[in-house]
């Protein structure tokens, strides 16, 4: 077991001494030791090759002490076990989108464990060089979020041959997100199987429904994948950005943890999912790149709201921006510690 436990504690509903810090997109292009590894490898690369996810893992931790870490890697990933291929310039491009029944069927559809068994070895690689340290978590992306970059070709502001995928196909929509989350539960159980410690799953575009179409088109998969992985026993996360308005159809969907983003003030969250449940967030990231004195006034308000809720795990509300200076977050670090 981690010899550092409070993250943990946390998952499972108890208050430890203090309120945990990790944080989204830790590892990463923010930090010049993360850069200089970078700067010698493509990302893909990086992605696919275990020692170095374990040293960029590692990074924040041996620089801040975060309280977990979290595996590096990216959601889609899962890509390759259905042989789509994505390219990453730097944000992640689908040459070839999947927009009809005969596309849909075309595909691979393989095995995590055939296909993926880079991001297994990386989990190994990260606990072995953790040394019981710190938690690891595992993650995925959401059903849908993972199907938007398929059907989009990228990243998107309307996602609109999505919602016109879903709103004029819904069967095909439907047959999409069964079959992506049928991957993700075997995905999931592989990291456990390596040794994650806990999951997230990362609802990165879930605004891009209207709630009631949301409520249609996309929640029974997603309820499906949170129960499906809840026998792995380990705690899992719910990260869905944008959440203010989809937070009481979310609740109940079986997280250990409501991941919280900036969208709505944590008191008024924890209201509404309850205060018997367990929080994590939710300060805007981009308020890193303010002054010390807005960053330790806004770490200290957003730990003393998450007393509110059964449990608190501090968090940024999104990942962390590329252009903040690292000062600011062993600045962060050390308000939440201090509060």
Request: aromatic residues 8%.
């Given at each position: ?31 010049p ?42 959601i ?17 491009q689908?040459?070839?989108p ?54 989009e ?17 819904p ?24 040794g ?144």
């Amino acid at each position: 077991m981690p010899q550092n436990q409070i993250f943990l504690q946390a998952c499972r509903g108890e208050r430890p001494a203090r309120t945990p810090i990790w944080v989204m997109r830790q590892a990463g292009r923010y930090l010049p030791e993360y850069r200089a590894v970078r700067s010698k490898v493509s990302f893909e690369t990086m992605c696919r090759t275990p020692e170095l996810c374990a040293e960029v893992t590692l990074q924040p931790i041996d620089r801040y002490g975060f309280d977990a870490a979290i595996l590096f890697s990216d959601i889609l990933v899962v890509f390759d076990a259905i042989g789509v291929p994505v390219a990453f310039n730097p944000a992640p491009q689908v040459a070839t989108p999947v927009r009809t029944a005969a596309e849909l069927e075309a595909l691979r559809w393989g095995r995590a464990v055939d296909h993926l068994g880079y991001v297994f070895d990386a989990v190994r690689a990260c606990k072995q060089a953790l040394a019981d340290r710190v938690p690891l978590i595992g993650f995925c992306g959401a059903p849908m979020t993972t199907a938007s970059y398929m059907i989009e070709g990228g990243g998107s502001r309307e996602f609109e041959h999505t919602k016109a995928m879903a709103f004029c196909e819904p069967a095909l929509f439907g047959r999409m997100l069964e079959r992506i989350t049928t991957l993700l539960i075997e995905y999931l159980g592989q990291q456990v199987a390596a040794g994650a410690d806990a999951l997230q799953i990362f609802e990165s575009w879930g605004a891009a429904f209207a709630p009631q179409d949301y409520r249609v088109h996309v929640l029974p998969h997603l309820q499906r994948l949170l129960r499906e992985v809840a026998p792995l026993g380990v705690p899992v996360i719910l990260f869905v950005r944008g959440n203010a308005s989809l937070l009481r159809q979310t609740k109940d969907l079986g997280a250990d943890v409501i991941g919280i983003d900036w969208s709505i003030e944590l008191d008024e969250a924890i209201a509404t999912v309850g205060r018997e449940r367990v929080v994590q967030g939710n300060m805007d990231p981009l308020t890193l790149l303010g002054p010390p004195e807005l960053i330790e006034q806004t770490a200290k308000r957003i730990v003393e709201q998450g007393r509110a809720a059964r449990a608190h795990i501090f968090n940024l509300g999104h990942g962390i921006s590329r252009h903040t200076d690292p000062a600011m977050v062993q600045h962060l670090v050390d308000a939440v510690r201090s509060a």
